[in-house]
């Protein structure tokens, strides 16, 4: 009853905080100080010095060189034209499948996020030259939108993933594994909008315009041109970390160079360019450091009021199913989604939700997986759906449309969840291949 009790305020306090308008890593740290002081009983230089210990250890993790590092390759890339490059080169090849030029989103957005691990960029960046063209040409624009926002959000699964590495390091589970864990959910996922996008095509084939262009073998052979900048920054970072040549940080590094490498031979290289890049990196990486340190810190409080291993004794007491658990928590997700962006969700949860899906018989790497997949539903979920406000900027829509047009796209979120329920080997028979059960 005390850990109830405790726990409840504990979130009340946050929401408190969240509610008057603190940035989150403000409330996160605030709540805890007024925790250990008010619940613990702590005097202030013992917070201070729990609190300086946590900063000292993460400043000095070297798996956290990884994250400014992938970030600043997102940005370059992201500063150049490799989304037109993306279009032309995808363009002759989807125009043999059902829904054409359609598929550049999904497609587009599939490649892009293994270079870039933010959903947000991978939407922004696909979306700034394929939502231009597919309304130009005629094509249906819910279709656009709405595949779009959901294939920008597999910036989150497809390595390298920021997430991801955010919940290794919280969880103490291996990166490089956790990357591959993703790997084939994610094509799983790409799968299921491709999928859809073909059969609403041929359900109804008003959706995409009459198109008369034809494509020569040279367009094929001009095409993959375009797509090889792209492939070769994903095959140096991501073949680096599976082959075991390199750590997530250092194949981070490899692939900083190689795309600066890329836009030099592109003759796109700039004084601007390196400036705006850097300072994008910089921004987003002391967001989600700071966000990190807060977590550890909330960690380490709940972990002193005896709050997870508590809750967690409550609820095996319930003698829930591993099944009646996960139901659970994604209804807990699912509503988390609707107010926070997917770094707080996991900062916020893990320290109770981990325990709870050990207990049960999880495996974490596989609940990794999950929890990625669940944030990736809230970022087409409004109010706060960062793809959602992306889209709804890049085409001057109502956010209310742009919701309902990504609607399906979520209802297949929901049936890759399902699927990864009821087959986990999807998650893990590809890390256990590369690295060993």
Same mark, same amino acid.
């Given at each position: 009853?005390?850990?109830?009790?405790?726990?409840?305020?504990?979130?009340?306090?946050?929401?408190?905080?969240?509610?008057?308008?603190?940035?989150?890593?403000?409330?996160?740290?605030?709540?805890?100080?007024?925790?250990?002081?008010?619940?613990?009983?702590?005097?202030?230089?013992?917070?201070?010095?729990?609190?300086?210990?946590?900063?000292?250890?993460?400043?000095?993790?070297?798996?956290?060189?990884?994250?400014?590092?992938?970030?600043?390759?997102?940005?370059?890339?992201?500063?150049?034209?490799?989304?037109?490059?993306?279009?032309?080169?995808?363009?002759?090849?989807?125009?043999?499948?059902?829904?054409?030029?359609?598929?550049?989103?999904?497609?587009g957005c599939t490649m892009f996020a293994a270079v870039s691990g933010?959903?947000?960029?991978?939407?922004?960046?696909?979306?700034?030259?394929?939502?231009?063209?597919?309304?130009?040409? @005629?094509?249906?624009? !819910? %279709?656009? &939108?709405?595949? *779009?926002?959901?294939?920008? /959000? +597999?910036? =989150? #699964? $497809?390595?390298?993933?920021?997430?991801?590495?955010?919940?290794?390091?919280?969880?103490?589970?291996?990166?490089?594994?956790?990357?591959?864990?993703?790997?084939f959910p994610g094509l799983m996922i790409s799968g299921l909008f491709?999928?859809?996008?073909?059969?609403?095509?041929?359900?109804?084939?008003?959706?995409?315009?009459?198109?008369?262009?034809?494509?020569?073998?040279?367009?094929?052979?001009?095409?993959?041109?375009?797509?090889?900048?792209?492939?070769?920054?994903?095959?140096?970072?991501?073949?680096?970390?599976?082959?075991?040549?390199?750590?997530?940080?250092?194949?981070?590094?490899? @692939?900083?160079?190689? !795309? %600066?490498? &890329?836009?030099? *031979?592109?003759?796109?290289? /700039? +004084?601007? =360019? #390196? $400036?705006?890049?850097?300072?994008?990196?910089?921004?987003?990486?002391?967001?989600?450091?700071?966000?990190?340190?807060?977590?550890?810190?909330?960690?380490?409080?709940?972990?002193?009021?005896?709050?997870?291993?508590?809750?967690?004794?409550?609820?095996?007491?319930?003698?829930?199913?591993?099944?009646?658990?996960?139901?659970?928590?994604?209804?807990?997700?699912?509503?988390?989604?609707?107010?926070?962006?997917?770094?707080?969700?996991?900062?916020?949860?893990?320290?109770?939700?981990?325990?709870?899906?050990?207990?049960?018989?999880?495996?974490?790497?596989?609940?990794?997986?999950?929890?990625v997949l669940m944030i990736e539903m809230a970022a087409v979920t409004?109010?706060?759906?960062?793809? +959602?406000?992306?889209?709804?900027?890049?085409?001057?829509?109502?956010?209310?449309?742009?919701?309902?047009?990504?609607?399906?796209?979520?209802?297949?979120?929901?049936?890759?969840?399902?699927?990864?329920?009821?087959?986990?080997?999807?998650?893990?028979?590809?890390?256990?291949?590369?690295?060993?059960?």
């Open positions: 009853m005390e850990a109830l009790f405790s726990a409840f305020a504990v979130f009340g306090i946050l929401l408190v905080f969240l509610s008057a308008g603190l940035w989150v890593f403000a409330s996160i740290a605030l709540v805890s100080v007024v925790s250990l002081y008010f619940l613990g009983g702590m005097d202030l230089a013992r917070i201070g010095s729990i609190t300086g210990s946590i900063v000292n250890r993460y400043a000095s993790a070297w798996e956290l060189s990884a994250i400014p590092m992938f970030i600043w390759m997102g940005e370059i890339v992201f500063r150049t034209d490799i989304s037109m490059r993306l279009f032309r080169g995808l363009s002759p090849f989807v125009s043999m499948i059902p829904g054409k030029l359609l598929h550049t989103n999904v497609m933010s959903s947000t960029a991978t939407t922004a960046t696909v979306g700034k030259i394929t939502t231009r063209e597919l309304f130009n040409r @005629g094509y249906d624009k !819910s %279709l656009a &939108i709405g595949s *779009l926002a959901g294939a920008g /959000s +597999l910036g =989150l #699964m $497809i390595p390298p993933s920021l997430v991801m590495i955010v919940y290794g390091i919280l969880a103490e589970e291996s990166v490089a594994r956790l990357f591959a864990a993703g790997v491709t999928g859809y996008v073909v059969i609403r095509s041929l359900l109804n084939p008003s959706l995409v315009p009459i198109d008369e262009q034809r494509f020569k073998l040279a367009d094929f052979w001009s095409a993959l041109g375009d797509l090889f900048p792209l492939l070769l920054l994903m095959v140096v970072v991501l073949g680096s970390i599976y082959s075991g040549i390199a750590t997530p940080s250092e194949a981070a590094a490899v @692939g900083v160079c190689m !795309s %600066l490498v &890329i836009v030099v *031979l592109t003759r796109q290289f /700039s +004084l601007r =360019l #390196m $400036i705006e890049s850097l300072m994008g990196a910089l921004r987003t990486s002391t967001m989600i450091c700071i966000l990190l340190i807060a977590a550890a810190v909330l960690s380490t409080t709940m972990g002193f009021l005896h709050i997870p291993a508590d809750v967690a004794t409550g609820i095996a007491s319930l003698n829930l199913s591993p099944w009646g658990l996960l139901a659970i928590l994604s209804l807990f997700y699912l509503g988390l989604g609707f107010l926070l962006d997917g770094n707080s969700i996991v900062v916020m949860s893990l320290p109770i939700a981990l325990p709870l899906i050990t207990q049960a018989g999880f495996d974490p790497i596989w609940f990794g997986v999950y929890l409004p109010p706060i759906g960062f793809n +959602l406000f992306v889209l709804q900027g890049a085409t001057g829509y109502p956010i209310g449309r742009v919701a309902r047009s990504a609607f399906p796209f979520f209802a297949l979120m929901v049936v890759g969840v399902f699927l990864l329920a009821l087959f986990p080997q999807i998650v893990l028979w590809f890390p256990d291949l590369i690295y060993g059960k």
